[in-house]
């Protein structure tokens, strides 16, 4: 079983960086697609970005594309999510997920890191 630890949310100024990094644990997670998602206070959880590393793949939301990064250190077992250029409307609790059993939907999730954004 995956578990799944992020960090390096925190409160930064609107236009400044944080990265964001999720550690799995319990198994390789070299193979499968991850993401991220976030979820601000009175709204839904929202898609952010996912990777597919073994095909070289990344993807966005609109939202965030052409400010956050996507990326994986196998190495390491890690995700992260390069955040620049940030705006308030980005505040939220970031989640890490991963689809564990190839079958599409994301199963196993983080505990969260929030992110505030200051304007």
């Known amino acids: 079983q995956v578990q799944l630890v992020e960090s390096g949310g925190g409160l930064v100024q609107a236009g400044g960086s944080l990265r964001l990094s999720c550690a799995a644990s319990?198994?390789?997670?070299?193979?499968?697609?991850m993401g991220w998602f976030r979820q601000a206070p009175g709204k839904e959880r929202e898609y952010v970005a996912s990777i597919i590393y073994s095909a070289g793949r990344t993807y966005y939301s609109d939202s965030v594309k052409d400010r956050f990064t996507i990326s994986r250190d196998n190495a390491k077992n890690t995700m992260y999510l390069q955040m620049n250029s940030l705006k308030p409307e980005d505040t939220a609790v970031y989640y890490c997920a991963a689809d564990t059993n190839y079958g599409g939907a994301y199963d196993c999730w983080g505990q969260g890191t929030q992110v505030t954004v200051s304007s």
């Open positions: 319990g198994r390789t997670v070299s193979s499968l697609r």
